[in-house]
T-cell receptor
Framework: DAGVIQSPRHEVTEMGQEVTLRCKPISGHNSLFWYRQTMMRGLELLIY????????DSGMPEDRFSAKMPNASFSTLKIQPSEPRDSAVYFC????????????FGPGTRLLVL | DAKTTQPPSMDCAEGRAANLPCNHS???????VYWYRQIHSQGPQYIIHGLKNNETNEMASLIITEDRKSSTLILPHATLRDTAVYYC???????????FGQGTRLTINP
């Protein structure tokens, strides 16, 4: 299996632009997680889905952030409009969704908003 | 989830056992102890988890004290590739969320 796939791996954009991050979970996994990592705040959970349904979005910083999972093999995290403070590494992870199941992380998208 | 306390950094010589401590004195009976690590510029990687018994797998061993208020992750023969940030996480049974703290930055020296 190819593991969790994220794209793009690097993104540089200007403040005010829309940014879309993409994630393909491991085939057969029912849960998908979006995390953000910064030096100041560490690694924090933004939102997670079970069977394509958002379960907990309490970590989404504000309305500029939105996440969707239209099917079991694809999810997007969108920032509109982007701001410099959104600069971070964004990780996607997936798991089988059963109790105590391991989360497998993707390589991350490094976002820089100028 | 219970809060964990880890030393910010540790060093270990290559080939020696690396023992990483974690304090979770407020852990509840249904909370598991998880360990993940993050090698530079990569996503976190699962290592091991346990409830109250000691656990061992191909990567590491997890020793949990009898009162469950602390645990130790043991990498039996550390290599340079084990240099990473190690996160100790306490997670409620059945919960899917992982709450990462600051972790321990382990450096393996040649």
């Amino acid at each position: 299996d190819a593991g969790v796939i994220q794209s793009p791996r690097h993104e540089v954009t200007e403040m005010g632009q829309e940014v879309t991050l993409r994630c393909k979970p491991i085939s057969g996994h029912n849960s998908l997680f979006w995390y953000r990592q910064t030096m100041m705040r560490g690694l924090e959970l933004l939102i997670y889905f079970n069977n394509n349904v958002p379960i907990d979005d309490s970590g989404m910083p504000e309305d500029r952030f939105s996440a969707k999972m239209p099917n079991a093999s694809f999810s997007t995290l969108k920032i509109q409009p982007s701001e410099p403070r959104d600069s971070a590494v964004y990780f996607c992870a997936s798991s089988r969704g059963t109790i105590q199941e391991t989360q497998y992380f993707g390589p991350g998208t490094r976002l820089l908003v100028l | 989830d219970a809060k964990t306390t880890q030393p910010p950094s540790m060093d270990c010589a290559e080939g020696r056992a690396a023992n990483l401590p974690c304090n979770h004195s407020t852990i509840s009976g249904n909370e598991y102890v998880y360990w993940y690590r993050q090698i530079h510029s990569q996503g976190p990687q699962y290592i091991i988890h346990g409830l109250k018994n000691n656990e061992t797998n191909e990567m590491a061993s997890l020793i949990i004290t009898e009162d469950r208020k602390s645990s130790t992750l043991i990498l039996p023969h550390a290599t340079l590739r084990d240099t990473a940030v190690y996160y100790c996480i306490v997670r409620v049974g059945g919960a899917q969320k992982l709450v990462f703290g600051q972790g321990t930055r382990l450096t393996i020296n040649p």
